[in-house]
């Protein structure tokens, strides 16, 4: 069976400081992938979805970006937080562009 | 650009009693998918609807699409303290790549 695993949980970050989040699935290949983030009060927001490997789609301009190095495998970086990069970060996958999403665990960043 | 609006944003409710929670569409939905998340946690598939009238139940949980694809509720009857947590519709964005886009939300407390 499918699994997705993003880490860490909860993560405290100083403002100017890069910021680096990972999310792996296992048992599938050549899945979506996704990076959302969830502000306090408000509802998620896709911020990067990923069809292949080094084929990365920015939905909203920010202070982050994202690669994904291997089929399964995506990363959330910063190279440096900014006080309104707080909030819940989701990792997602889903099999094609028509499946549900399945979502990770999430990490709760705060930037201080 | 759609929007999803969701009501109520808060519910409290006493176990045993049904409820519903709306999800509205500034456009017509092509696909529209409800999750539930428990607080800090990632989200759960529940239902995925997108046939206008169409209807799925799962346990107590039931989800409808009005036949203009512009609306959803989602209905629970006889709640228990188990449904506790944040629910979530989203809709296809329609990319091509799945991109889902979410409503901000309702928190559904549930008192034994």
């Known amino acids: 069976s499918q699994t997705i695993h993003q880490w860490p949980a909860t993560l405290v970050q100083p403002v100017g400081s890069p910021l680096s989040l990972e999310c792996t699935v296992e048992?599938?290949?050549?899945?979506?992938l996704y990076w959302y983030r969830q502000a306090a009060g408000r509802g998620l927001q896709l911020l990067f979805y990923?069809?292949?490997?080094?084929?990365i789609s920015s939905e909203v301009p920010q202070n982050l970006s994202a690669s994904r190095p291997q089929d399964r495998q995506f990363i959330l970086s910063s190279k440096k937080l900014l006080l309104s990069d707080s909030g819940f970060y989701l990792c997602?996958?889903?099999?094609?562009?028509?499946?549900?999403?399945?979502f990770g665990s999430g990490t709760q960043l705060s930037v201080l | 650009s759609q929007e999803l609006e969701q009501s109520p944003q808060s519910l409290i409710v006493q176990e045993g009693k049904n409820l519903t929670i709306n999800c509205t569409s500034s456009?017509?939905?092509?696909?529209l998918y409800w999750y539930k998340q428990k607080y800090g946690e990632g989200l759960i598939f529940l239902m995925m609807?997108?046939?206008?009238?169409e209807e799925k139940s799962h346990e107590k949980i039931t989800a409808k699409l009005d036949e203009k694809k512009q609306q959803s509720s989602l209905h629970i009857t006889a709640s228990q303290p188990s449904h506790a947590g944040i629910y979530l519709c989203?809709?296809?964005?329609?990319?091509?790549?799945?991109?889902?886009?979410f409503g901000t939300g309702t928190r559904l407390t549930v008192i034994p």
């Open positions: 609807l997108q046939k206008g009238g």
């Open positions: 997602a996958w889903s099999p094609n562009a028509v499946e549900k999403l399945f």
């Open positions: 456009k017509t939905l092509y696909g």
């Open positions: 989203g809709a296809d964005a329609q990319t091509g790549a799945n991109n889902l886009f």
């Open positions: 048992g599938t290949s050549n899945p979506n």
């Open positions: 990923s069809i292949g490997i080094d084929q």
